[in-house]
């Protein structure tokens, strides 16, 4: 019971709580079902972005264009359904999962066949998809009026009360959880970055596996875009402008380890809704953005200190514990 009071993402929970509870002494209306509700569906996309870069971080690799995949193929979506709003909707998803998935396939392509380090890769890539965007659009926006009322509403609307966009958050949550603790591809995430060496003797295809990293980040990235534009009910180039940076927070924060190898879904769940809290409480409290800022920043630096210091005590790392066994 001790051992399981200590694990990294009880902690986080438990820390979410206490955020939630604190805030609630200042505004009792805060820790509301509603509330609660309102807070978790502010936080779906990044949740659903920080399971797409968990599995890349997990390779040993991370993905800062995330935010820009999301701005462009946003933006086209956007413009694909106020320039043709005749397109059903499933059509338009579907699209905006199939561009993001382009779009990471590229990185991963770069640091797979030409061995490039990834945080060069989507630095490049970041500038690069933001551009496009801009030549896309022409730097103009689309707005409200422009966009069809079955795309503005379809994350608006509501299942037993849940919005839907919390509720496709759900779904991706056991999803990715599925994938990562259930398939071999999951197994091959944290085999590539806890051990690639031991990895490629097991016969797993490093290079393959973080190209597929980076497609997963991708499409996710893609889908988040459609849901960005969707919510906010405007496209624009700079949209989600340095949300790449809450993103690799957010799975600093779950105890998803930057030397790759370590990290759940879990995690990455709570350590993206540690900033939402963060992010929608300061505001109730009359807290400046500036402090929140500052705030964010001592808790990614306090999860990073904690991050080393578990690291140097052992982590999981697949294959050397199956070699143990053996």
């Known amino acids: 019971m001790t051992r399981f009071l200590r694990t990294r993402e009880v902690l986080l929970a438990l820390a979410v709580i206490l955020l939630i509870g604190l805030v609630s002494l200042r505004s009792p209306s805060f820790a509301t079902p509603g509330s609660l509700v309102n807070v978790f569906n502010n936080t779906s996309i990044l949740i659903i972005l920080a399971l797409g870069q968990m599995a890349v971080i997990l390779t040993r690799c991370i993905d800062l264009s995330v935010a820009a995949n999301l701005a462009f193929t946003g933006m086209a979506v956007a413009m694909l359904n106020a320039g043709y709003p005749g397109l059903p909707l499933a059509l338009l998803v579907l699209l905006s999962i199939g561009i993001g998935a382009v779009l990471g396939a590229f990185n991963g392509v770069l640091v797979w066949k030409l061995d490039i380090p990834p945080i060069v890769v989507t630095l490049g890539t970041l500038t690069i998809y933001r551009g496009l965007a801009f030549v896309l659009s022409g730097g103009r926006w689309v707005n409200a009026h422009e966009l069809t009322g079955p795309f503005l509403q379809f994350p608006r609307h509501e299942v037993l009360g849940v919005p839907v966009m919390s509720c496709i958050a759900l779904l991706i949550i056991a999803l990715l959880t599925v994938l990562l603790t259930r398939t071999v591809l999951g197994r091959a995430f944290h085999a ?47 949209i989600a402008g340095g949300f790449e940076l809450d993103v690799v927070a957010a799975c600093v924060i779950g105890g998803i380890s930057i030397a790759g190898g370590i990290g759940t879904a879990g995690g990455a769940v709570l350590g993206a809704l540690f900033l939402g809290v963060i992010a929608n409480a300061l505001p109730v409290i009359d807290v400046s953005p500036f402090w929140q800022m500052a705030i964010s920043g001592g808790v990614i630096i306090t999860a990073v200190a904690l991050n080393a210091r578990q690291e140097r005590r052992g982590g999981r790392l697949i294959l050397r514990q199956e070699r143990a066994a053996s």
């Open 192 to 238: 590539a970055g806890g051990n690639p060496t031991a990895a490629i003797y097991a016969g797993i295809d490093v290079g393959r596996t973080r190209f597929l990293a980076f497609v997963l980040s991708g499409a996710l990235a893609g889908f988040c875009g459609y849901l960005w534009v969707a919510r906010f009910a405007v496209a624009y180039v700079d």
